[in-house]
């Protein structure tokens, strides 16, 4: 109890808020006596004398209305936001420069900047570059080096400007540093230091400025810096007077005032106005149509909210989707799918295709999958669903019988108590005669529960595996001969003995080991065949899920990572490479066009003139004209001794005046061919020129080459994590599983001393869709199944809600839960849903570009998966790729394979309908390639085991005829195979 004098604790300084308005605290109480009994309030420090007062008070700051301040956290008790202001308040002050908060606090007091968004990035952008005494900074020499420093003093140098107000040089400031490695010094500009990361950012600084200042609750009022922090800082703390509420209200009351004064009203054309002249009318139109346009409210700037756009008017909806399963539940006609079955597909497929290095199986085609799934028959097995599972198993346990995953523990009698068959069927009757006490112990008795009352035993998975362990089969490999499927009979039995798994192993275990039936191996298998397909899923998706735990995956990302690390740097020294062979291009281009002759002669009349000897005298080789010439000269020579004197003078005129054309003529022959000679010298080093740019683009398109398979190989091990295309305004998934991890084509290169994979076995493609899934629950919730009041609102503003927004502009045909899966498959498709999205939104922008950037790839696999499914029909392209593949034969309309019963099927006509079945594995690293290999089979799998391999000989042949090939060592091979 407080004695006389008593001394009440000050009010703490927190910034606790509720509804966002500072809170009263409740008035001390007056004088009280010594011996009184009081109660002081926790985190408040007030002091009640009245017991219900306190308890009235600690139900007001009870309430979920308050706010910390600092980092605005609402819906808090009173007592949350002081904690959680508290906690935000020791991070700042160990986190936050000292020497930064007296610049920083004297520059916001009196601050009239009202948003805080707007004064943080003002004080980021004021003092990022700017450092003050006794700051830690880096120091960031010319070498590169970084050196840890300690402001000491700081220079400031003022603005010039000329005379004509333009700057002569900027404000700046010098710093002298203190070196921490040593006792130097150095001086250095803000340009050449640094803060360590994560001491000035925005984020701190808004929680300093949220912890320091406070603001009024009235328009316009100024920031203050809390009293204690001014009194400390030595902050002036008198507002200044044109920035007091007075002050702001008289300046209102005065612009008020102003407008309605006479001169104003007089503007606007009332009694007592001038009249105003033409051209002050015309101004007045101007500036009242330049008024309202500026009183619209600015066109929204996008991209903005997908479903804050109007809806289109046009009545366009989305491409029709296809579906693998009906949208209410129900089994498909075609293959027993449902729909809660496609997701868990497409995973599974997925995750083998894309670790298939660690699973160790060939790729095989989503349809291939499907069909082994649903496929079933009991005189052929199918080696792809076979080998499937063995791969997936077998990175479980390694050979020396290591679980690499984490499973739910056996009890030890936990089969012995499955086994007690002797249990009493009814409770204990109570004996004659018993008295009170008895009979209530009996009534408790009969209240307790009773053996009976534990699950009843639904299968035998633990009696078939009486003789080995599960983990034991799998350490010694024993799959073949259903091996895998007992393996797989006792891992879902030890996966059901967890909650969670319970309710999807317990309806397969019940079918796989059945009561009725012996608990054998043949059981097992036989059991598998007739296994439900949507009950098959299940299964393979829980060991495949169960897998990607394992220490086999996480070391083989890990490895993966290392190599992408390499791809990379290969990928960076091919860049380099090829800009250093681009600055060379460059540069003989640059030499071509310098080097280019002025007139380009023929290749025969270059090398005439230059083969054509030329003289020391200027005479050259024999020329019909100068040895006509030469004739008449010699006959004038012989008639010079009898003609008389007069004419040999004028013949010695004629001669001379011959000789000198004649020089003439062969000066101007020798000019041209000297000429013609440096045009020819020119055009070969031009020519040159043109080859060694020939030379230099190849090599720039292989490095372009190189890094297009660089990125390809980034792109196929890029397997970490699958990524979406987008998602569209009804937040709609778009998958494309061909972009991460895949083969665009699904085609990989066959095994090293492997047999060879026939292209009879490679479909071209690999899922060749485009997949549509639903909307997850959360984000339906929040954007589609919107509250009344927010969905009142949203059809006022665009007159429909958004729920019948989706069914009118989707189409009847539509998912609406992340466990519903559509797809499309054709290329018209595909573009009227390019051209459906509308990229004025940031969801369908992002879309949209990315199957823009895909759109080619999408088509391509679209046209083949055409071509496989319908060969023979489509589009010339769709002909042209199904004539291209002579593996490909004419398919007839399947028969169905039922998946629940067994009936015996001719093997050559199920191999004819059933691709799946020509399907064989050569990546295990086994002698066959295959993880399963028979030792003992029974006669009906041997003989479809020969059918199979002959029908499989046979096409081979028939494909190898085709194509031309003679190798009749190979057909001989088949055709003895085949007999």
């Keep these: 109890m407080p004695r006389s004098g008593y001394t009440f604790p000050s009010l703490t300084l927190n910034q606790v808020l509720f509804k966002r308005k500072p809170i009263s605290h409740a008035d001390p109480p007056g004088k009280i006596e010594e011996n009184a009994e009081v109660w002081v309030m926790r985190g408040s420090a007030e002091v009640f004398t009245s017991y219900e007062a306190y308890l009235e008070r600690y139900d007001y700051y009870s309430q979920r209305n308050f706010t910390d301040a600092v980092n605005g956290k609402t819906g808090m008790t009173f007592f949350e936001a002081l904690e959680s202001e508290n906690a935000s308040t020791s991070d700042i002050e160990r986190i936050f420069p000292d020497a930064l908060r007296s610049p920083i606090l004297r520059k916001v007091q009196f601050s009239e900047i009202a948003r805080m968004d707007d004064l943080v990035n003002y004080v ?189 008017s046009d009545g366009s909806t989305r491409p029709r989707l296809k579906f693998l399963a009906p949208l209410d539940g129900s089994m498909s006609s075609d293959s027993a799918l449902t729909m809660e079955s496609v997701g868990p597909l497409l995973e599974v497929w997925n995750a083998l295709n894309v670790h298939w290095d660690i699973f160790e199986v060939d790729a095989f085609s989503f349809d291939d999958f499907v069909e082994a799934m649903k496929f079933s028959a009991p005189n052929v097995s199918c080696e792809l669903f076979a080998e499937i599972h063995c791969g997936v198993l077998k990175t479980l346990v390694d050979k020396e019988g290591e679980v690499l995953v984490r499973l739910p523990e056996l009890n030890d009698d936990e089969e012995e108590e499955q086994e007690e068959d002797s249990v009493p069927p009814t409770p204990t009757e109570p004996p004659a005669r018993s008295r009170r006490s008895r009979l209530s112990q009996v009534q408790n008795a009969e209240t307790h529960p009773s053996i009976d009352d534990r699950p009843r035993k639904t299968n035998q998975a633990i009696e078939m595996l009486e003789e080995r362990g599960w983990v034991d089969r799998l350490k010694s490999r024993d799959l073949a001969d259903g091996g895998w499927e007992v393996i797989m009979i006792g891992l879902l039995h030890q996966m059901s003995l967890d909650s969670g798994w319970t309710a999807r192993c317990e309806p397969i275990l019940e079918h796989l080991a059945p009561l009725k039936l012996p608990p054998t191996q043949n059981t097992a298998r036989n059991q598998y065949m007739s296994l439900d397909v949507n009950l098959r899923v299940s299964a393979l998706q829980i060991v495949t899920m169960l897998s990607m735990t394992s220490h086999t995956i996480r070391k083989h990302l890990e490895d993966r990572g290392e190599e992408m690390t390499v791809v990379r740097k290969q990928k960076t020294e091919t860049q380099r490479q090829r800009k250093e062979l681009l600055k060379e291009l460059q540069r003989l281009e640059w030499d071509r066009a310098e080097s280019n002759p002025d007139a380009i002669m023929e290749d025969d009349e270059v090398k005439k003139e230059i083969d054509t000897p030329v003289m020391l005298n200027g005479h050259s080789h024999h020329d019909e004209s100068l040895s006509t010439i030469n004739g008449a000269l010699s006959d004038d020579n012989e008639d010079d001794e009898d003609a008389p004197r007069p004419l040999r003078r004028s013949n010695n005129a004629r001669k001379r005046k011959r000789d000198e054309e004649n020089a003439k003529r062969e000066a101007e022959r020798l000019s041209r061919l000297s000429a013609q000679k440096e045009s020819a010298d020119k055009l070969k080093k031009y020519r040159k020129i043109l080859k060694d740019i020939e030379k230099m683009k190849e090599r720039v398109l292989d490095c372009e080459r190189s890094v297009e398979a660089c990125d390809e190989r980034l792109r196929e091990m890029n397997n970490t994590r699958m990524k979406s295309l987008g998602r569209d305004r009804f937040w709609n998934r778009y998958w494309w599983f061909e972009k991460v991890g895949l083969p665009i084509d699904g085609v990989r290169e066959p095994a090293k001393k492997k ?107 679209m046209d083949v998966l055409q071509s496989h499914l319908n060969p023979g029909k489509g589009s010339e392209d769709v002909s042209a790729a199904a004539d291209s593949s002579d593996a490909e034969p004419e398919r007839a309309p399947r028969t169905r394979v039922s998946t629940r019963n067994k009936t015996y099927l001719d093997t050559t006509d199920v191999e004819k309908h059933w691709r799946c079945l020509r399907w064989t594995n050569t990546r295990a690293k086994t002698k066959t390639g295959r993880h399963c290999n028979s030792t003992v089979t029974t006669a009906p799998a041997n003989a479809g085991r020969r059918a199979r391999e002959a029908a499989a000989a046979i096409a081979d042949s028939a494909a190898k005829e085709r194509r031309g090939d003679r190798e009749s060592l190979g057909s001989r091979r088949g055709l003895r195979s085949a007999r």
């Design 124 to 312: 980021y952008e004021e003092f990022r570059s700017d450092f003050f005494p006794g700051e830690e900074v880096s120091a960031m020499l010319d070498d590169g080096e970084q050196l840890d420093c300690t402001v000491r003093e700081k220079a400031n140098f003022p603005e010039l400007r000329n005379p004509d107000g333009s700057i002569q040089r900027p404000a700046f400031s010098r710093y002298f540093l203190k070196l921490k490695s040593s006792d130097e010094e150095a001086l250095l500009d803000g340009d050449h230091m640094k803060r360590a990361r994560n001491v000035f950012t925005k984020m701190n600084v808004r929680f300093f400025l949220k912890n320091c200042l406070r603001r009024d609750a009235w328009i316009g009022a100024p920031w203050l810096v809390k009293e204690h922090l001014a009194q400390q800082y030595r902050l002036p703390m008198t507002i200044p007077p044109h920035l007091t509420q007075e002050a702001k209200v008289a300046q209102v009351k005065a612009q008020l005032a102003q407008k309605d004064s006479p001169n104003n009203k007089g503007k606007k054309g009332k009694v007592g106005s001038k009249p105003l002249s033409v051209d002050q009318l015309l101004q007045q139109e101007i500036d009242q149509q330049i008024k309202e346009e500026t009183s619209k409210p600015p066109p929204p700037k996008y991209p903005i909210e997908d479903l804050d756009i109007e809806p289109s």
């Design 755 to 861: 047999v060879k994979v026939e292209d009879e076995e490679n479909v071209g493609y690999a899922n060749g869709r485009l997949w549509v899934q639903g909307p997850d629950p959360m984000e339906r919730e929040g954007f589609i199944d919107l509250p009344v009041a927010e969905a009142k609102q949203y059809a006022s503003r665009h007159g429909i809600s958004v729920a019948e927004r989706q069914k009118v502009e989707e189409g009847p045909h539509s998912v609406s839960t992340a466990s519903q899966w559509g797809f499309y498959d054709t290329g018209d498709d595909l573009d009227a849903l390019i051209g459906w999205l509308d990229d004025r939104g940031l969801r369908e922008k992002d879309l949209r570009k990315e199957l823009m950037a895909w759109r080619e790839d999408i088509v391509a696999q």
